[in-house]
């Protein structure tokens, strides 16, 4: 999903958010094989690829969109096409910070999402806790289901 295409959702992007996203999953996460923007001059998104996904996946990647009004989107897609993605944003059809559940992610169904905290680190943090226990444990459902995480 190119950032251009929600810019009226989200407002412009916010480049010092996508750089400290960046920063924590390079030390959070030892699957990171090489972050990357979508534009070398003018980014909308970072892209992270991780060598595994969840369940029989090989590979996967994060899609993460931040703006300077503090709309986020972080979006997995792995190789065995499973996609879920956390977002916050104004919408008719959910709460404003909602969670898109696995085989959801390009549709309108979404859910509140466990995630409260709205500073960029945070969630950050969340989003990563919750991957990382639906990875180990196999299980997409941990995926939405902490209390207030990080």
Do not use: K
Request: charged share 25%; hydrophobic share 35%.
């Amino acid at each position: 999903m190119n950032g251009n295409d929600r810019a009226g959702e989200f407002g412009p992007i916010y480049l010092p958010a996508l750089q400290r996203i960046r920063d924590l999953w390079l030390e959070l996460e030892p699957l990171v094989d090489e972050p990357a923007y979508d534009d070398v001059v003018a980014p909308t998104e970072l892209q992270i690829s991780l060598s595994d996904g969840l369940g029989d996946a090989e590979s996967a990647r994060l899609d993460i969109q931040w703006s300077e009004l503090g709309m986020y989107s972080f979006h997995y897609v792995d190789n065995d096409d499973v996609n879920w993605r956390f977002d916050r944003h104004p919408n008719a059809h959910s709460p404003e910070i909602h969670f898109h559940p696995p085989s959801e992610a390009v549709t309108m169904d979404a859910e509140p999402s466990c995630i409260d905290v709205t500073e960029v680190s945070l969630v950050t943090r969340a989003v990563h806790s919750m991957w990382r226990a639906a990875y180990e444990d196999g299980d997409v459902d941990q995926l939405n289901s902490a209390s207030n995480p990080p």
